[in-house]
């Protein structure tokens, strides 16, 4: 953290340099260079994390694999709300790690020091969350081509899993993307078919008879426009349009 905040603060100093009242470009090219070398020392540290904290030792890779499986089954008919018991340990770091950044940022506030001695907890937790809402995007989102199609009984307890893992609060942008993916994957049927017929009828396509495609709300921006108002009326605030359109397509009544 220290190291990551000392580049931090060197790569600011030399990209500030004035000599003259004229900008040194060579102290600014280093700065350039520092200011690469600070993100990678921060994408180092998330990824030896996840990699090797969150995906070996908390066996987050399992659940990974066993997604597939429970979200194209109904493994939840029963109501049951708790957290899928392979991922207790992912839970419990992840919290630690959550808790450590806080805290760091908080102390280091309560220290009256400046706001860049808290870069790095602040710029690692944000990170760290961003590239894990990355790894469960694209296993809602299909990016692989594994899961075509979703059960309401999966979506909800993808969505149970996702909700207890990050239960926290500022989360990033892409991680309150997730959640939006999540919680629309676990809408009741009713709400779901309703809101597939709307988005349908934009395009005038059969809800039952045929796949929704981005080209068609593409074509024309309006048509795209008033899409998106949908989504955001029904409180889905984060989530892309390309990502209803593809839980629109995959999930089975």
């Not at 470009?25 to 090797?52: F, H, K, P, W």
């Not at 307890?157 to 919680?183: A, C, G, H, Y």
Request: aromatic share 6%.
């Amino acid at each position: 953290i220290e190291l990551i905040n000392g580049t931090h603060v060197v790569a600011i100093k030399l990209k500030e340099s004035n000599i003259q009242g004229h900008l040194n470009q060579d102290l600014s090219r280093v700065g350039d260079s520092m200011y690469r070398l600070r993100d990678a020392l921060v994408d180092e540290c998330c990824t030896i994390l996840i990699n090797n904290v969150i995906m070996e030792q908390a066996k987050f890779a399992l659940y990974v694999m066993r997604c597939s499986y429970m979200l194209s089954v109904d493994i939840n008919e029963d109501g049951d709300k708790s957290i899928s018991s392979d991922l207790h340990d992912t839970v419990e770091v992840i919290s630690t790690i959550m808790r450590v950044c806080t805290e760091l940022v908080t102390n280091l506030k309560k220290e009256g020091l400046s706001l860049m001695s808290s870069f790095a907890p602040s710029v690692i937790r944000n990170s760290f969350l961003e590239r894990m809402a990355n790894e469960l995007l694209e296993i809602a989102l299909d990016t692989n081509g594994m899961i075509p199609n979703i059960t309401l009984g999966g979506g909800i307890k993808f969505n149970q899993d996702v909700s207890e893992i990050f239960d926290e609060r500022n989360l990033p942008p892409l991680m309150m993307r997730l959640l939006d993916v999540t919680k629309f994957m676990s809408t009741e049927s009713k709400t779901f078919h309703e809101i597939k017929i709307a988005i349908s009828s934009l395009v005038n396509l059969d809800p039952c008879a045929k796949s929704l495609h981005i080209d068609s709300f593409e074509q024309d921006g309006t048509i795209r426009d008033e899409a998106i108002l949908m989504m955001r009326a029904k409180g889905f605030n984060w989530m892309y349009l390309e990502d209803m359109i593809s839980i629109l397509n995959r999930r089975k009544e």
